[in-house]
């Protein structure tokens, strides 16, 4: 039995280079080339730094920057998206080993392959279902107070290497306590290179690129110095380390890096570390994907481009899983980094490729010159890097504009910083998704009355409207589904026993996109009650899709009422001066 050959269609659809690279010339080469050497100059220092983050070997960092970006570039949608370690995942990548109580470098490197792996299974797996719209039910103030807590967490963990101090913990308290306890034990040299280092990077953040672009350095040119500038702070630092022999004065160094490409490595497949790491590595997918494609769609909606979500889990899980079959560990899209991409000017995701062919050259030539790099180095380039994703006035602006956020917002930051980051993200997937339960759950219902003159009709409370005598009109703005079911029921017939004198009750049903089975029973429950007190129930503007379904079910053939198009048509049908026999004409659905 022969297999069917794909269609063109299907090969476009996962293979996403076949669509840019029909187009690709000189001119779009350039400026993919431009972008690398950037990105490329910006992610040496950043990989090692990250790989430092997780608690792996420096090297690894350099592993995870080069075979993920050409998966990507296969694989992924976004013309500008930049993969690799980020701050948040490397930092959840060693909360997750840590769970392991692994001692051994050579067992913690294959704990980290392995999570790579399993994440990277993962989030292809939802790409090849099309479950991309998952990622939907995290809300965007729950991700930013996570991200602004995992950001106090890592600039607090590298302050040890600032002190050159032992310390450790995994919540802001222990990391605090840790670094009191020790403070005594401050290698001044290193403070002083760590302190230096982070106050020239924020110097390079803000004001070198004006400083050139006044001394009259293009803006091309000044970009990629005022880029460069954590690699500066690289260079001069080993120079210092290595002419001062610093390492002797206690200063600690990177120190033997291996020279090469990346190895052909494969995860573990023991089954109690699998179950270990399963639930951390989804969690690292779920964010990785978030911040991923959030970055993907604000870069592509600047030049008036699309991208998938759902091929983006695909691009993002074979980056993974080629990260960890070279010895790297989990990676994603990175903001700053993209961000960096996108204005340097690259068209094509082949500007990843580049950055990883010269990432490949830095692994071959520039390792032996690391051994002199001091640790503080590394840590002033994170604390710089993560500082940027702390953002406090989420919760100013989440605590106008709706409570409720505000409180999900403070409990992420909270038990992120109190009890640990993998905590505090499960804590912000389950409060996304309770916040859509809640708000879902008691729907907006506002009495309407029509607007003399028109034939449009607004909520008594807020316009001045007209009602028809014993006809209760109440428009229901929420989908109906078995959270809000009952709210609905309890709210109408509440309604009606405030009312002296009823005839009718009409529901609008403009905004309800869907009735589940459990909002149907609802629907006929309520249809019986008022039946039972001579009051009839009439429905309006209701959607072809819901009518559709509403037709398979014996509720319209119960329905003490009708159905009509418009809530006008009903007003003409209902009010006391209607021609007789009016009332019974109810029409069909939108």
């Not at 690894?60 to 976004?78: D, K």
């Not at 294959?110 to 939907?136: C, D, E, Q, R």
Request: net charge neutral.
């Amino acid at each position: 039995m022969t297999m069917p050959r794909p269609t063109r269609e299907t090969l476009f659809r996962y293979l996403p280079i076949l669509t840019w690279a029909r187009v690709y010339n000189r001119d779009t080469a350039t400026s993919d080339l431009v972008a690398a050497v950037i990105v490329t100059i910006m992610l040496i220092p950043q990989s090692l730094a990250y790989a430092l983050l997780a608690g792996l070997p420096a090297e690894m960092g350099l592993y995870a920057s080069i075979l993920p970006l050409v998966a990507y570039a296969i694989f992924g949608t976004s013309r500008a998206l930049a993969v690799g370690p980020v701050a948040v995942v490397s930092l959840m990548t060693a909360a997750a080993i840590g769970q392991l109580g692994l001692s051994t470098p050579g067992d913690i490197a294959l704990a980290a392959i392995t999570l790579a792996f399993i994440s990277g299974v993962f989030l292809t797996l939802l790409g090849m279902l099309k479950l991309g719209f998952l990622a939907n039910f995290l809300s965007h103030p729950v991700i930013a107070g996570f991200i602004t807590a995992s950001g106090v967490l890592i600039a607090a963990s590298q302050l040890k290497h600032i002190f050159g101090i032992d310390a450790g913990g995994h919540t802001l308290v222990e990391l605090v306590i840790s670094i009191f306890e020790h403070i005594g034990e401050t290698n001044l040299i290193t403070l002083v290179i760590g302190v230096s280092a982070t106050a020239f990077l924020f110097w390079v953040r803000k004001g070198l690129k004006p400083l050139l672009r006044k001394a009259g350095l293009g803006p091309r040119m000044a970009d990629i110095f005022a880029k460069a500038g954590p690699v500066a702070a690289v260079v001069v630092t080993t120079l210092v380390a290595w002419a001062f022999g610093l390492g002797d004065h206690g200063v600690r160094l990177v120190g033997e890096v291996p020279t090469g490409l990346p190895p052909l490595s494969a995860p573990s497949f023991d089954l109690s570390m699998w179950q270990t790491l399963l639930l951390p590595a989804v969690l690292i997918s779920i964010i990785g994907f978030v911040e991923s494609v959030s970055v993907a769609q604000t870069l592509a909606a600047k030049r008036r481009q699309r991208i998938d979500p759902d091929q983006e889990l695909i691009g993002l899980g074979t980056s993974n899983i080629a990260s960890a079959i070279s010895g790297g560990f989990p990676v994603t899209g990175g903001f700053s980094r993209s961000v960096v991409n996108f204005d340097a000017g690259a068209e094509t995701p082949a500007a990843g490729a580049y950055t990883a062919v010269g990432i490949g050259i830095a692994t071959l030539v520039l390792t032996p010159l690391l051994f002199f790099l001091p640790k503080a180095t590394l840590a002033a380039t994170i604390i710089v890097a993560v500082l940027s994703l702390v953002d406090f006035s989420i919760l100013k602006k989440t605590w106008g504009y709706s409570k409720v956020d505000f409180t999900a917002v403070t409990a992420t930051i909270v038990l992120t910083l109190l009890v640990g980051v993998e905590v505090g993200v499960s804590a912000g997937v389950l409060l996304s998704i309770f916040l859509h339960l809640y708000k879902t759950s008691k729907p907006h219902v506002a009495e309407v009355g029509l607007v003399p003159g028109t034939q449009h009709f607004r909520n008594v409370l807020r316009h001045k409207v007209e009602t028809l005598p014993g006809v209760l009109t109440l428009r229901v703005d929420e989908s109906l589904y078995f959270v809000n079911a009952r709210f609905l029921e309890d709210y109408v017939l509440e309604r009606v026993a405030e009312c002296e004198k009823l005839d009718h009750v009409v529901l609008m049903f403009p905004a309800v996109n869907e009735v589940d089975h459990s909002a149907l029973e609802t629907l006929e429950e309520l249809n019986r009650r008022l039946a039972e007190q001579n009051i009839t129930l009439h429905l309006t503007e209701v959607k072809g899709p819901v009518m559709d379904r509403l037709q398979r079910s014996h509720f319209l053939h119960d329905l003490s009422g009708r159905v009509f198009l418009s809530q006008y048509d009903a007003w003409c049908a209902l009010k006391p001066d209607a021609p007789e026999g009016t009332e019974k004409e109810g029409v069909a659905a939108q």
